[in-house]
């Protein structure tokens, strides 16, 4: 606060005298905070005696730190970020963005789809498969929830937190339809996407007269109520013990991986079985599920219910005096990011094999809805951007072996994965409170098309 | 009070008619029995001091409030008559062709200033892109509808002097920019009849001369009756053809802005009165009231309102 409020340029002498007073300022605080609770510490005795221990070592650390982090960011980051700040404020008008930036889409849909091809090349068929199974179809399966997602909160402005429910339902509609009625991965794709979008009417016809935080505690509910009738519906979902046995996904029927299979993909091509082939089809499957999703939303945007949404975002009243029947509106937007929750679920119990209802707590929906809203709400490139680095970063944490050296061999990185998690999304609402891509691209334009900037935009009220 | 059917029907040259509406909201009465009508082609404007409930009138004709009481007949150019309080808002605009603006500025700020135009011929789109399904496989009837309807955009934006303003956000627009805008937007959805709340509201005296002319080629070129709160009086007496007063909920005065700028009973709600000289000016007001009355038809008796 006092960091901000401070004009950026005094001399660095008189800001030195500064720092180190607020530090000093700050360490008689903490200690003043932390001598009762951390210096001293209370425990019983085998004779149930109360015991007094002092602490003065872990004492002196937690103030150190609280006076080594208040003089860095007085003396450093706060100067860094007003300067940033001011200049930020001496440009005000969006840069014209240079032919790579343009054509960025392409760029990374080329790159995308020799990916698998150039890890079976680089680390061979069988190491490549964590690269496009843990990464690249992980991460493609949250760019098409965030995506679907995206349409609900980024466009129409209704803040949904059981969006986990829709995938959920598509999960199951595969997985269930698929073992009771042998239907195949290509007939109960679409048809998962309709049942989920069918779920999102249901849903949403008595929920979207609710507005803003009330709309979010049903959505909520409505995640949590799906997942508790999937845990206890037992005799069709077998509860807690999950779906198991899913079938695999073929190629349209001609091949199959199921390993016991006549027209098994490795046999009818005579290649060694490995589990490799299924992910990388299903790497491309979710691909191009991907951009059916990008397709489909650039699309509707420039469509008059496209518009609609955005409007309803911005204004709801001003819509309805419109002619615009706000009900029928925020309908479709639920149902359609349903839809795509639904190919999502029905994607992932074909890849999984198996499905529980722990794959679909509330801790999903709240990564989805942070990818959405750290990619900046309706931006689909910053939302593919935040998904590489939410979810890619996460599982990148795996990888840290190294860090066993610094931090000892009991280390494991994987468990400080939400606590790196939450750094980021601090240091990134810090950054860019808009998300990654704040500004928005008009869908029609007369003269020429410029970028909206988020100081116009307006986040919904539910 | 029973009607006949034949009496529901609105005379040809209304297009507007209200009758005893009440509008309360718990114990306050906002609106007491107001009946007025506009007639087709005419500038009705409706005035009164703050509070005396021109914006409740409103928010009842347009749907956003349902009338305790009483009924708003609207009179389409086709014909076809609608009991606009038994509407919602959405249809109002949509089938009665009734458009509004209203008193805090409400624009789609993020959006574009052609956009706010666009969004404005949502239904229009919307059938002509087959309900979203057939524009989405890139039919083609829809791509000239798209084409068509940012040339309406345009046309409206020449008629507001705007078009080099279209492609930025309409949040950052001047004020008065942002006022044109709005009626710009409400005559996009394509009504017979407008409603501007406080349309000057904020404008200097230019930007109020240009809005004079603005709404006389509205009504004039696209044969649309407008009704209009305003506190500026250079707009009301200069472009509307009737007037009705409001005080309290209930009408003091209607008629022409000659015949209600000298209503006495129009000049003490504005300009108000002791309380012990309430006696004095009712007396005065009678007498001129009665004069009025043997002028007008209209006139009604008085002393009756405090």
Redesign the interface.
């Known amino acids: 606060m006092t960091a901000a409020a401070q004009p950026p340029r005094i001399p660095s002498d008189d800001r030195l005298k500064w720092a180190l007073r607020e530090a000093l300022f700050a360490g008689l605080i903490s200690f003043g905070m932390f001598v009762l609770y951390v210096g001293l510490e209370t425990t019983q005795n085998i004779r149930n005696q109360l015991v007094l221990n002092q602490r003065w070592g872990l004492l002196a650390i937690l103030v150190a730190i609280a006076v080594v982090g208040r003089f860095l960011i007085v003396y450093f980051i706060g100067p860094w970020f007003a300067a940033r700040k001011a200049a930020k404020a001496a440009k005000t008008e969006v840069p014209t963005q240079s032919l790579l930036r343009r054509n960025i889409g392409w760029i990374a849909l080329l790159a995308l789809l020799v990916f698998p091809m150039a890890m079976v090349w680089l680390v061979g068929p069988q190491k490549s498969l964590k690269w496009v199974d843990n990464y690249g179809v992980q991460i493609l399966i949250y760019v098409m929830l965030a995506w679907g997602l995206n349409i609900v909160v980024g466009l129409a402005g209704l803040l949904d937190l059981g969006y986990v429910a829709f995938y959920a339902v598509g999960a199951y509609s595969y997985a269930l339809l698929s073992l009771y009625f042998g239907l195949s991965f290509w007939t109960l794709l679409p048809l998962a996407g309709i049942l989920a979008a069918f779920w999102g009417i249901i849903l949403g016809f008595p929920v979207l007269r609710l507005r803003g935080d009330y709309l979010a505690v049903v959505t909520l509910a409505f995640g949590e109520i799906i997942r508790l009738v999937l845990i206890n519906w037992t005799d069709v979902t077998q509860g807690t013990f999950g779906v198991s046995g899913v079938p695999k996904a073929s190629i349209f029927g001609i091949w199959s991986f199921e390993v016991g299979a006549d027209n098994n993909f490795a046999k009818a091509f005579g290649l060694r079985q490995s589990s490799a082939y299924y992910k990388i089809f299903l790497f491309y499957v979710i691909l191009a599920m991907c951009a059916v999703t990008a397709v489909?939303t650039i699309?509707?945007r420039n469509?008059?219910?496209g518009?609609?949404w955005?409007?309803l975002?911005?204004?709801e009243?001003?819509?309805?005096?419109?002619?615009?029947?706000?009900v029928t509106t925020k309908l479709?937007a639920f149902s359609i990011g349903a839809m795509f929750g639904g190919f999502a679920g029905a994607f992932f119990a074909a890849r999984q094999g198996f499905i529980s209802p722990e794959s679909f707590t509330f801790h999903e929906s709240a990564i989805i809805l942070a990818v959405v809203v750290l990619g900046g709400m309706g931006s689909l490139f910053g939302i593919a951007v935040a998904a590489i680095v939410m979810i890619g970063g996460t599982e990148l944490l795996r990888e840290m072996h190294f860090l066993k050296t610094i931090f000892g061999p009991d280390f494991t990185p994987e468990l400080y994965r939400m606590l790196i998690f939450g750094l980021a999304m601090v240091i990134v609402m810090v950054l860019k409170p808009r998300g990654l891509v704040s500004v928005?691209n008009?869908?029609?334009?007369?003269?020429?098309?410029?970028a909206?900037?988020s100081?116009?935009?307006?986040e919904g009220h539910g | 009070m029973t009607q006949h059917p034949e009496e529901r029907r609105l005379s040809g040259d209304e297009v507007l008619r209200v009758e005893h509406m009440t509008m309360r909201f718990g114990g306050l009465i906002a609106i007491n029995d107001l009946s007025f009508s506009a007639k087709r082609g005419e500038i009705t404007a409706l005035i009164g001091p703050n509070g005396a409930g021109k914006t409740t009138v409103f928010n009842c004709v347009?749907g956003?409030y349902k009338p305790t009481m009483g009924r708003i007949l609207m009179r389409r150019s086709n014909g076809e008559e609608f009991n606009l309080e038994r509407m919602s808002?959405?249809?109002i605009?949509?089938d009665a062709k009734v458009?509004?603006t209203?008193q805090n500025i409400?624009?789609?700020?993020?959006?574009?200033v052609?956009?706010n135009l666009?969004?404005?011929?949502?239904?229009a789109?919307?059938k002509s892109?087959g309900f979203?399904v057939l524009?989405?496989l890139g039919w083609r009837p829809y791509k000239d509808a798209?084409k068509e309807a940012?040339e309406k955009?345009?046309y409206w934006?020449e008629m507001i002097n705007l078009?080099h303003r279209?492609?930025?956000?309409?949040?950052?627009l001047p004020y008065g920019e942002q006022r044109r805008l709005e009626i710009a937007?409400?005559m996009c959805?394509g009504p017979e009849f407008l409603c501007l709340d406080e349309p000057a509201a904020g404008l200097n005296p230019r930007e109020s001369l240009e809005l004079n002319t603005l709404l006389r080629s509205i009504r004039e070129k696209h044969d649309v009756s407008l009704l209009l709160i305003e506190h500026d009086m250079s707009v009301v007496m200069q472009i509307s053809d009737h007037v009705v007063v409001l005080e309290y909920g209930a009408k003091i005065s209607d008629g022409t802005p000659k015949h209600v700028q000298n209503d006495p009973r129009v000049i003490a709600a504005y300009l108000g009165v002791e309380d012990d000289e309430v006696d004095e000016v009712l007396e005065e007001i009678e007498e001129v009231a009665e004069e009025v009355s043997h002028e007008h038809e209209a006139g009604q008796p008085t002393g009756d309102a405090r």
């Open positions: 489909v699309r509707l469509m008059p219910i518009r609609a955005e409007a975002r911005e204004d009243i001003a819509c309805r005096s419109l002619g615009i029947n706000t479709t928005r008009p869908t029609a334009f007369l003269h020429e098309r410029k909206v900037s100081a116009f935009t307006k | 347009t956003f808002d959405f249809e605009n949509r458009s509004r209203f409400r624009l789609f700020t993020g959006l574009t052609l956009e666009l969004v404005a011929q949502h239904n789109l919307m892109s979203t524009g989405l798209a940012i955009a345009r934006l078009v279209a492609d930025d956000p309409a949040g950052d937007r409400a959805t």
